[in-house]
């Protein structure tokens, strides 16, 4: 392991009890995936592979939290079959992927409830 990522996972275990909390994973979840989006051109957005389940790909248009622990995502899949997946935050493994916009006329909208200024992230 790195020194550099293993300075960070030392830092998140002196974090205060809040970084268990869904509403701190969803925060951290928003900003990399507005980070990945960032770097793809107009056509494309995020998705989401999950291997636990059959790796499964699918488009994320939203996330959202229920804490104490679980995680929502909700998009659809490359059929246009709308999916919900709820993940307890100590299960969370997602790839982020490229996958075609099914609509390229609307800017790319942000991910999450929240506007990207108002997510609030420790650092």
Request: proline letters at 2%; a negative charge.
């Amino acid at each position: 392991m790195s020194k550099e990522i293993n300075l960070s996972l030392r830092n998140l275990s002196n974090k205060k009890s809040k970084t268990h909390d869904a509403s701190w994973m969803y925060a951290q979840l928003v900003q990399c995936i507005n980070n990945f989006e960032n770097s793809l051109p107009d056509d494309l957005q995020a998705g989401g592979r999950l291997v636990s389940a059959g790796n499964l790909t699918f488009s994320i248009q939203n996330i959202g939290y229920w804490n104490p622990n679980v995680i929502i995502f909700q998009g659809s899949l490359t059929d246009g079959t709308e999916v919900e997946l709820l993940q307890h935050i100590s299960q969370l493994n997602v790839l982020l992927v490229a996958v075609p916009r099914q609509d390229t006329k609307e800017v790319r909208r942000k991910i999450g409830f929240l506007n990207e200024d108002a997510v609030e992230i420790d650092e």
